[in-house]
């Protein structure tokens, strides 16, 4: 039992290139979550899914998408990168739509140069 | 808006000195209150949360923390940190959701445990 998974640990990129990060969970959790984390501002929420299929936007959307097509899977798409989203992101997985434990990821640190 | 604060940025501590990091919210109806730690270059994890009745909660570690309803706090404490406390402890605020189903949380900023030997 892996828990939640992400790849790449460490990425840069230059202004413009387009990425994928990816995660995955082996729980069956329903719910999925990225955030980004920056310094002093916690964590903001970027997009989340509720299943498969079904995804929505959270605070902080502008730039990134995402799609959910299996319950284990959950990939974040930067399409055209900015510095401004120079960060550290994780996914979260979680049971169900309740206040329940949020399970993260080990993070991704993007720097966009 | 629900809202977050976390006081401190940062919380000096000597080794097996207590300690307080406080959290405040602004939700006026029922809340569900939790902490989250989060160690150098690691993921953050759960440490202890408060759903309903007893307003002292235990969780991992030796921490604990009172909801205080009146004073909409949600303090941590624990009374002797040891090194490996060395981390950053978020509190975070989910409010029941009105139209749907989906808690979500709202973060606060985040404090940075720093223990002097």
């Known amino acids: 039992n892996a828990g939640v998974t992400q790849t790449p640990k460490f990425q840069v990129l230059k202004t413009g290139q387009s990425m994928t990060l990816q995660c995955a969970q082996d729980?069956?959790?329903?719910?999925m979550s990225w955030y980004r984390q920056d310094p002093g501002m916690g964590l903001r929420l970027i997009h989340y899914?509720?299943?498969?299929?079904?995804?929505d936007q959270g605070e902080v959307p502008n730039g990134y998408n995402v799609s959910r097509s299996t319950t284990e899977d959950f990939p974040l798409r930067l399409l055209s990168a900015a510095p401004s989203q120079t960060s550290v992101y994780f996914c979260?997985?979680?049971?169900?739509?309740?206040?329940?434990?949020?399970?993260f990821g080990p993070g991704t640190r993007l720097t966009v140069t | 808006a629900q809202s977050v604060t976390q006081l401190d940025s940062q919380v000096p501590v000597f080794e097996e000195a207590p300690v307080e990091l406080r959290c405040n919210y602004s939700?006026?109806?029922?809340?569900?209150l939790f902490w989250y730690v989060q160690y150098p270059n690691q993921g953050l994890q759960l440490l202890l949360k408060?759903?309903?009745?007893s307003t002292l909660v235990k969780g991992i570690n030796g921490f604990e923390a009172e909801f205080n309803k009146s004073q909409t706090s949600f303090h941590l404490r624990k009374p002797s940190v040891h090194i490996s406390d060395t981390a950053e402890y978020f509190c975070?605020?989910?409010?029941?959701?009105?139209?749907?189903?989906?808690?979500?949380?709202?973060w606060g900023a985040g404090t940075k445990l720093i223990i002097k030997p």
């Open positions: 979260a997985s979680t049971p169900g739509g309740g206040p329940y434990e949020q399970y």
């Open positions: 729980m069956n959790h329903e719910y």
């Open positions: 899914s509720v299943g498969a299929g079904i995804t």
């Open positions: 939700s006026s109806v029922s809340v569900y």
């Open positions: 408060y759903l309903s009745g």
């Open positions: 975070a605020v989910s409010v029941t959701p009105i139209m749907d189903s989906n808690y979500q949380l709202i």
